[in-house]
């Protein structure tokens, strides 16, 4: 039900707004004064309440501060027949959605209106948002609502605590360093060092050296010794990051420590023993790679006691309305800012594609919270990629047909596109955009308005 709160002691027009309003399908309820007004709002289910600014008991600022405290859930207009745009500004920063200057035309009124209901909606989606994030599976900054997700975490923590090699396998971005240090966490060796190697980051001829370290003078540079990741990780879990950049010349050598726990250093003929869980991950296809003869069979089959398989962020779109949601609580935290994100935008979100998975979606949210002007997000504040998507769905020329909609949805929808194209390419000039689209400039006004555009 969508239902509205008319404050005000001019009968007249309360009579002519509440028939107008009626028709258009709202449950209207009316309030002469103060007095009666507290008592409407407290009785009756109301979403928007219009306030007059002069009222015979009390002003519509006092009863703006009074009602903001006790209903911050409800939406509040302020209505002047003054035009006095020093109690406008003085009801803005109270907390008023927006101020209307009487006499108003009905259009204008049910604009503001339904922009109303808009932000209502967009607070009640954040909200719904909010509450199932307390039912999700959320363990160490790894976040699922999504049926793959939650098998993965359930298998997360059957094997944590046992001493199998594991094998990550997903695309760069999707958590497999999270899940590791997660899988290490829940294990017995959570006290002992989780040690982290990217084997791709670290040139050819030096990662034998870092992974088993090397004794004084085993090489030019060697002016003492040092122990490699393997010691520094011993009765922990070490992370193999991108195993599947591992030369073959360190093949055998890794072999050797997965079967048998002891390694020799660079320099030395000392056998060293560890204790080490070995959690490897890769975005490579390692059994293709095995089928090419460019890893090593018994070593892909060493590691790959358990391989837990990490789907891209575009085959779990379930989890992005989330996932969106607990990176804006970061920023919320951290700024002390309530940043809001529209069902537009949220629509755009979750039909990009995430070739960067999660970490792409994190920074882009990064980038609009830097670039936001206040705190309800805009899609220009998102990167260039996205900012296309949401001009693709009308592309001049070519009419798309969506069955599951009807008509007049489906020509809105046009409509809206053709004029966002026009105000691109006029450079946001709302006169020359008209020009482009054959209409007067106070119809492209109306129109920006009934559909939201700023």
Known sequence: MRSILLVDDEVKLVRI????????????????????????????????????LMLPDTTGLELLQEFMALYPQKVFILMTAYGDVESAVTAMKAG???????????????????????????????????????????????IGSSSSMKRILQLVERVANTNATIILEGESGTGKSMIARMIHDLSGRSKAPFISVNCAAIPEQLLESELFGYEKGAFTGANASRQGKFEAADGGTIFLDEIGEIPSSLQAKLLHITQEKSFIRLGSNTTKHVDVRIISATNRDLKKMVDQGVFREDLYYRLNIVDI????????????????????????????????????????????????????????????????????????????????????AYIPGVFSYNNTKPLPEQLEEIEKQMILQALEESHGQAASAARKLGISRQSLLYKMNKYLIN
């Open 96 to 142: 008023a959605f927006d101020y209307i200057v009487k006499p108003a035309k009905l259009d204008e009124i049910l604009i503001v209106i339904e922009k109303a209901y808009e932000w209502l909606k967009m607070k009640e989606e954040n909200q719904i948002l909010k509450d199932k994030l307390k039912d999700v599976e959320f363990t160490k900054g790894l």
């Open 309 to 392: 398989s990490i789907p891209p962020l575009r085959e779990r779109r379930d989890d992005i309305p989330v996932l969106v949601e607990e990176f804006l609580n970061r920023h919320r935290r951290r700024d002390n800012k309530n940043y809001q994100i529209s069902s537009e935008i949220m629509k755009v979100l979750i039909d990009y594609p995430w070739p960067g998975n999660v970490r792409e979606l994190e920074n882009a949210l990064e980038r609009a919270v830097v670039l936001c002007h206040d705190e309800k997000l805009s899609i220009e504040d998102f990167p260039r990629e996205l900012r296309e998507i949401k001009h693709e």
């Open 17 to 52: 707004l509440s028939s107008s309003l009626a028709k258009k399908g709202y449950t209207v309820y009316t309030a002469a004064n103060g007095q009666e007004a507290r008592k409407k709002i407290a009785e009756k289910e109301i979403d928007i309440v219009f306030l007059d």
